[in-house]
Structures are given as C-alpha cells and as structure tokens.
C-alpha cells in the first residue's frame, strides 16, 4: 500500500515542466491580435467627387 504514494508525488514535478512551456505560448497571442487592429483607412473617392460640383457652383456665382 506504501508503493502507490510513493509514485504520486513524482507526478507533480513533470506538471511544472508543461507550465513554463504554457506561459511562453500566451505572450505571443497578445502581439499579433495588437497588429490587426491598426486597419487600412478607407479610399477618399467620395469626398473628391463632391469637391468638383461646389467649385463649378462657386464660379457661377461670382459671375452672377
């Protein structure tokens, strides 16, 4: 009956071992989620398109 408690104790040891591999494997999760975030800004197509129809206007109304 004293055998088996003798080989429970050396269990715990082989646990630390996978630990120390298990903190290196979160730390590099956090930098690439960090690089996603910074998304490219949108195209400026739309505000060039107004930019034409108001300087026509604005002549016209000088002219006037």
């Given at each position: 009956?004293s055998?088996?408690?003798?080989?429970?104790?050396?269990?715990?040891?082989?646990?630390?071992?996978?630990?120390?591999?298990?903190?290196?494997?979160?730390?590099?999760?956090?930098?690439?989620?960090?690089?996603?975030?910074?998304p490219?800004?949108?195209?400026?197509?739309?505000?060039?398109?107004p930019?034409?129809?108001?300087?026509?206007?604005?002549?016209?109304?000088?002219?006037?």
């Amino acid at each position: 009956m004293s055998a088996p408690s003798i080989p429970v104790p050396p269990p715990p040891g082989s646990q630390f071992a996978p630990m120390q591999a298990y903190i290196p494997l979160p730390v590099p999760p956090p930098a690439i989620q960090m690089m996603p975030p910074p998304p490219p800004p949108p195209p400026p197509p739309p505000q060039r398109a107004p930019s034409p129809l108001p300087e026509e206007l604005a002549p016209k109304r000088q002219e006037a």
